[in-house]
């Protein structure tokens, strides 16, 4: 039995394109909030739709890798503590997904529900747990700043992601032909 090391090719190119449609939508579709350096995300549904699709480590490779040029591109230095933050939450996203009966057209509003439950907690854990903490102990940030900043990214991104993801899931979900919807005359 030929079994398949490492990632498929399939897998590679999600992660490299998705880390290049990452950075375009991070440059190009951030909305400030005022908070300093915490802006309305586009990008996060985005990547939760890849790491739905395509798994935990696509999706945690994409967030790394995408944060992580996007930060650089744009500012001139990667704030590692929010790159690992975003990479955090595409995994936890990706094994959510791998639950989810996508590529069967299936996307019911309990799975909806289950996957905008997951989505929050990793928002969570991602901006109220691993930024802020990072930023404290790799950047010494003041904590009023960086909680104030976690608690702004987990609010705009969850709700970005409940919105946005959704959609992008459902219609994802709908371009996919159902199994058994097919029957011979």
């Not at 709700?159 to 979900?173: E, M, P």
């Amino acid at each position: 039995m030929n079994k398949q090391k490492g990632l498929s090719v399939k897998s590679v190119v999600a992660i490299g394109i998705g880390a290049a449609i990452y950075v375009i939508l991070a440059r190009f579709t951030s909305i400030p909030t005022g908070i300093p350096n915490t802006n309305i995300e586009i990008v996060y549904p985005f990547l939760a739709l890849l790491a739905t699709i395509y798994g935990p480590v696509v999706g945690f490779s994409v967030g790394f890798i995408g944060h992580a040029l996007g930060d650089f591109l744009m500012y001139g230095q990667t704030w590692w503590s929010w790159v690992l933050a975003t990479a955090v939450l595409g995994l936890i996203i990706g094994l959510y997904g791998m639950r989810l009966d996508l590529d069967n057209g299936v996307f019911t509003v309990k799975q909806m529900v289950g996957f905008n439950v997951v989505q929050i907690i990793a928002n969570v854990i991602s901006w109220l747990l691993i930024a802020p903490v990072g930023d404290i102990l790799i950047y010494s940030e003041p904590q009023n700043k960086v909680f104030l900043q976690g608690a702004t990214a987990t609010i705009t991104n969850s709700l970005s992601i409940l919105i946005l993801g959704t959609i992008l899931l459902k219609a994802y979900a709908a371009t996919k032909v159902k199994k058994g919807s097919l029957r011979k005359d």
